[in-house]
């Protein structure tokens, strides 16, 4: 009698947890890797998004959306892949992520595109992503290293730097950016002593440390990741004396960073994408309200590209991938009602009687012909033990 009362009450969980989650939406982030303490907060934000749009009781005429958690790992093309493999066969509608532009491109390449699924992703900014064969179906809510290059190199400038080092992390993400950053700099009659690459997961940089010592600088540029090769070469240079200001990409910007080197960075400064809009602040209220904490890189895009997907379901009134493809650029751009975090049931209703919208969301989102974000960026300093924004750029 005990057994089969726990094998009928395994079937009606079972039963029950399928009536309400109509939708499986997938989110793959790097939940281990160079970014892991930024993740959870990003994913956290986009199944903000999530419960808000099936809380609504507005989607697809009451439609509930289950959350399905993959990892990237952030470096590992095969492991991100494979992951997204498992996704897509798990009958994902769409997909919230990747996060570094590697892993995205590839999963962009190898799965998602092939299976006709969107990607959205928070955070992949390399530039080779934007002429990316995705036959419409991979956007982006962080603007493109292109624009984010130029971004830092203006804030170089204006600190009054003179003469840089560079290093970055070997891989799409760190070859594109420092591309970038090096020649706009040069432009601003700035000095650029060395470009170097490092890899990942290295116990000691002393080397690569000794290199860009040797070329001099009044500062180097760390592109790369905060829990990783990049973090190391900061622990090098400190411990070596080389260096004691850091220019940081905004794969470097986070708590975790601050939390080991403390004051140590107080000559730094770096940048990341991000708005000080009306979005901005609306999106915070929402998320201290969801218990989410959203003062992290990439946080607000993550609920943006969340929003993004409900929102293009709504519109082609269909949770069908292509459906999905075909309508995340109607719901991005004007003309329309503008929707911000915390409004997404507005914007289902809306939708819903054949209204036209403008999801302007966390940060702003305007998306260009190609399906990412234009963009604005935070200039970022570290003031009482955080990073502080200094002024949107």
Do not use: W
């Not at 804030?155 to 950016?177: E, F, M, Q």
């Not at 850091?246 to 601050?258: E, P, T």
Request: aromatic content about 6%; glycine content about 14%; overall charge negative.
């Amino acid at each position: 009698m005990r057994k089969l009362f726990i094998a009928a009450f395994m079937f009606v969980s079972i039963f029950g947890t399928k009536v309400m989650a109509d939708i499986k939406m997938g989110i793959i982030l790097g939940f281990t890797g160079p970014i892991e303490s930024l993740t959870p907060a990003m994913a956290a934000s986009a199944e903000l998004a999530f419960k808000e749009a099936s809380d609504s009781g507005s989607l697809l005429g009451g439609k509930k959306i289950e959350p399905v958690r993959a990892d990237s790992t952030c470096v590992d093309s095969a492991a991100a892949t494979a992951a997204a493999e498992g996704l897509i066969s798990g009958g994902v509608a769409a997909i919230m992520g990747a996060d570094c532009s590697g892993v995205t491109g590839a999963i962009a390449t190898n799965v998602a595109v092939p299976n006709g699924v969107v990607m959205i992703s928070p955070s992949a900014t390399s530039p080779g992503l934007t002429t990316l064969d995705d036959k419409g179906y991979f956007f982006r809510t962080a603007p493109s290293d292109a624009r984010g290059g130029q971004i830092l190199a203006d804030i170089t400038k204006d600190r009054k730097v003179k003469s840089v080092a560079i290093t970055y992390t070997n891989n799409d993400y760190g070859k594109g950016l420092a591309d970038v950053y090096k020649a706009a700099v040069e432009a601003h009659g700035i000095k650029v002593t060395t470009v170097t690459a490092h890899e990942d997961g290295k116990a000691d940089y002393s080397s690569e440390v000794a290199t860009l010592a040797s070329a001099g600088g009044d500062a180097v540029a760390v592109i790369g990741y905060l829990d990783q090769g990049g973090k190391g070469i900061i622990q090098a240079s400190l411990d070596s004396g080389a260096f004691d200001r850091f220019i940081l990409s905004d794969g470097m910007i986070g708590q975790s960073l601050v939390d080991a080197f403390g004051k140590d960075l107080s000559k730094s400064f770096g940048s990341l994408p991000g708005s000080t809009g009306k979005g901005a602040g609306i999106f915070a209220e929402v998320a201290k309200a969801g218990g989410v904490e959203a003062s992290g890189p990439y946080t607000g895009e993550s609920y943006d590209a969340a929003a993004l997907i409900v929102l293009a379901m709504q519109a082609g009134n269909s949770a069908d991938r292509a459906s999905i493809a075909k309508h995340v650029m109607d719901v991005a751009n004007a003309p329309g009602t503008k929707i911000y975090p915390g409004e997404l049931k507005k914007g289902l209703d809306l939708l819903a009687k054949g209204k036209k919208i403008n999801y302007e969301g966390a940060t702003g989102v305007t998306f260009t012909d190609v399906g990412e974000a234009e963009g604005s960026f935070l200039e970022q300093e570290v003031k009482g033990g955080k990073f502080k924004t200094k002024k949107q750029r």
